[in-house]
């Protein structure tokens, strides 16, 4: 499948171009002068022991198209959405410290990837609204890396590809999403302190390579007693009015839990997970006054599955069961430091931020193996195609040119592999694609402290003895300047594959075959990330680096929006096809079928497609909606004469053991489109009323 993909690409590059909205130019350094705050006293100076920052929080809907778009994660051409389990969020916090004046945005989104082209555009509308308070060096958004939401939001065209190009709809709900939550969470600052806790979380994460993990050193590996990361390291924070704010939790893990054969939006166990701490805290999710955020954000997952089990296997009867026994894990280990975090940060807030040509990077001996070294044009190994352990592809893990296991990889390794790359039998080299790159090689590194914790924002998920590498460099940094909590922040700030260590990159498993720039680029990171905390520590700039291309009006697309919806004659959109029973059981399930129209029509930001309501007194108050666990909405196509712009919704609800008996009904609401003036109507059906007994 994936090498089918790869053949689909060069079709998407060859059609017409769709712009992505509201384009505009790069919100970074090119207008002249320094970055707004990089440089200064250094870390400590007039901030040392100081405890007191504004805090605020906000969150927003990111849910894209609900069908009708190809998902992001799996690159399989089969998994194309077709309704909601969970929508996706936005979470957003803003850290400022009045002892010098500085202030930075740390997003958590459910995503598959954060992209180059989505944060110049959240940085446009920032720009827009405040001037130069924020800008690349001091906003970091981060993705939890579900692999069940809608995708087609890339500049880059390797990411497209199974969508069949871009898709304007949900580049636009995830921009627009992640520009209001930090909007919200700006208006949210007040004074408050934050409190840092961390703690083991067992029995939630596996090495899904662990045969290249063990090339690592002996005495390397002998110090630490597991092959993933099993530490959750969590700031609680608090205003001084007393009210909770949210927290920010970094464990690493794979958001894998729900399979490639499934449909549904989610956000997987981390979605789960930030979904039950807040409806534990009474989260409002249209509310816009203050309301308690969550963030289960990612860190080195890059070898890091949640199947337990192995495979696929999350230890679940089904990936739904998987993912919530996965996402309850980390809610409750986080609810468990949450309690706990009475340790407040200190210091104040820095950052530095710069951007680096990844595919030319000179590499100091200090970080290699006695000889400078270089990184390598972008490019994936055989073993990509093969797919991880939670997701399989074609073919196997493990195609070395040091031992070439078929004749494809005898082939490539002859023919198509450079010096540069080493072991690795190219099978695509996106850094040489015309015009443009197929993945971005000028990447954003970012190094952020709050108080005594350091956030490594990196573009890339880095395997587990990766990021304690790169922790290690930077901790060695900036721990003479009071640091004493380094955390990676993966995904951050835009995408360019995996990071393995040396060793795991000569065996070629999927990590190492998807290490775009060669053998050498943690050291490369080593490098440049010791550059930027040396330029902390000591309050000096470091200069921007190149600026990145901005591809927003080079966009592609093969699948047209909506063009009409229909139904028979004789019923209304709303109208329910297949009704309820009177009357169910806690635990059964409650189905009901309606005459619908395509969810591409108006994705329902900050709403809702299906409402579960019960009756109270002369009223309806509604009880459920289509983000809860216990619901579903399924959108199909059905055809039906003289057209074949038919469709249906399924509103499916699990009613839980605790729902109070009495009388419900499901309601759907949806929108239409008419082929006569191209107008988009809403609409809504309600159910027969049943009780729950």
């Given at each position: ?129 405040y ?17 069940s939401?809608?995708g087609?939001?890339?500049h ?31 208006e949210?600052?007040?004074?408050g ?5 961390a ?12 045969e290249?993990y063990?090339l ?5 590996r ?10 959750m ?27 490639m054969e ?5 956000g ?10 807040e ?18 954000a ?61 595919d ?20 994936i190994?055989?073993s ?32 198509t ?5 080493a ?8 850094g ?16 952020v ?17 990766a ?6 460099t ?19 700030n ?15 498993e ?12 943690l ?17 000096s ?18 699948r ?19 009704d ?31 409402r579960?309501?019960?009756?109270a ?21 059905d055809?039906c ?44 059906g ?8």
């Open positions: 499948m994936r090498s089918s993909l790869i053949r689909l690409g060069a079709l998407v590059l060859a059609l017409g171009l769709a712009a992505c909205g509201r384009c505009g130019s790069r919100s970074g350094l090119e207008e002249g002068g320094p970055p707004v705050g990089q440089g200064g006293q250094g870390l400590g100076g007039t901030c040392a022991g100081q405890q007191s920052f504004l805090i605020g929080s906000g969150i927003y809907d990111i849910t894209g198209p609900a069908a009708g778009v190809g998902m992001l994660g799996y690159v399989e051409l089969e998994q194309q959405a077709a309704g909601i389990h969970q929508r996706l969020r936005s979470r957003a916090f803003v850290f400022a410290s009045p002892c010098n004046g500085k202030r930075v945005v740390f997003v958590s989104a459910d995503l598959g990837m954060v992209f180059q082209g989505v944060k110049q555009q959240v940085l446009e509308r920032l720009r827009a609204r001037g130069r308070l924020y800008s690349d060096d001091n906003v970091l958004l981060s993705a939890t890396h579900t692999h939401g809608p087609g939001f890339s880059y065209a390797l990411y497209n590809l199974s969508t069949f190009g871009f898709e304007p709809k949900n580049f636009e709900a995830i921009v627009e999403g992640i520009y209001q939550s930090i909007v919200r969470a700006h949210h600052l007040e004074p302190r934050v409190f840092l806790a703690g083991e979380l067992l029995d939630a994460s596996l090495n899904r390579s662990p290249a063990q690592n050193p002996p005495e390397e002998a110090r630490y007693a597991h092959d993933t990361d099993k530490r390291t969590l700031l609680r924070l608090t205003k001084d009015s007393g009210v909770e704010v949210g927290l920010i939790n970094w464990f690493a893990v794979h958001a894998t839990s729900m399979g499934h449909r549904f939006i989610s997987d166990n981390k979605g789960h997970a930030s979904y039950l701490f409806k534990a805290k009474g989260t409002r999710y249209d509310a816009t006054g203050d309301t308690f955020v969550a963030a289960f990612q860190s080195n997952e890059g070898d890091v599955t949640p199947n337990i089990h192995g495979g696929t296997e999350g230890g679940g009867k089904d990936d739904f069961e998987s993912t919530e026994r996965s996402g309850r894990k980390q809610y409750e280990r986080a609810a468990s430091l949450y309690a706990s975090a009475t340790t407040p940060l200190t210091g104040g807030v820095d950052y530095r931020h710069v951007f680096v040509k990844m030319e990077v000179k590499v100091s001996p200090t970080f290699t193996d006695g000889t400078e070294q270089r990184t390598c044009p972008a490019a190994g055989i990509m195609l093969a797919g991880a352990e939670d997701g399989p592809g074609v073919g196997h893990e493990g195609a070395t040119c040091a031992a070439m296991h078929n004749l494809w990889s005898a082939f490539t390794c002859t023919t592999t450079t010096p540069c790359q072991e690795k039998p190219i099978v695509l080299e996106m040489s694609m015309k015009p443009f790159p197929w993945s971005p090689e000028v990447l954003p590194l970012q190094l402290t709050v108080g005594n914790l350091a956030l490594v924002a990196v573009p890339f998920e880095l395997t587990t003895m990021g304690r590498r790169l922790r290690e930077v901790r060695a940094q900036l721990a003479p300047a009071g640091v004493t909590e380094v955390v990676i922040a993966g995904l951050s835009a995408y360019s594959g995996y990071v393995a260590t040396r060793e795991e990159y000569a065996k070629q999927y990590e190492g075959a998807s290490t775009h720039f060669g053998p050498w680029t050291a490369a990171l080593q490098q440049e990330f010791g550059v930027l905390a040396r330029s902390l520590r000591e309050g700039y470091v200069l921007p680096g190149p600026a990145p291309r901005d591809l927003c009006q080079q966009q592609s697309r093969l047209p929006g909506v063009l009409f919806d229909d139904k028979p004659l004789w019923v209304h959109f709303g109208d329910v096809s297949v309820a029973r009177e009357s169910y059981a806690r635990g059964e399930t409650v189905r009901v079928t309606f005459w619908s129209g395509h969810p591409k029509n108006d994705p329902h930001t900050q709403g809702t497609f299906l579960v309501q019960r009756r007194g002369l009223l309806w108050k509604d009880v459920a909606y289509d983000w809860d666990w216990e619901t579903k909405y399924t959108w199909r196509r055809y004469l003289p057209t074949l712009a038919c469709s249906h919704a399924l509103l499916e609800w699990t009613i839980p053991p605790d729902a109070e008996p009495g009388t419900y009904r499901l309601v759907h609401e949806g929108d239409w489109k008419s082929g006569w003036d191209g107008r988009v109507r809403p609409f809504q309600t159910s027969r009323p049943f009780t729950v007994e």
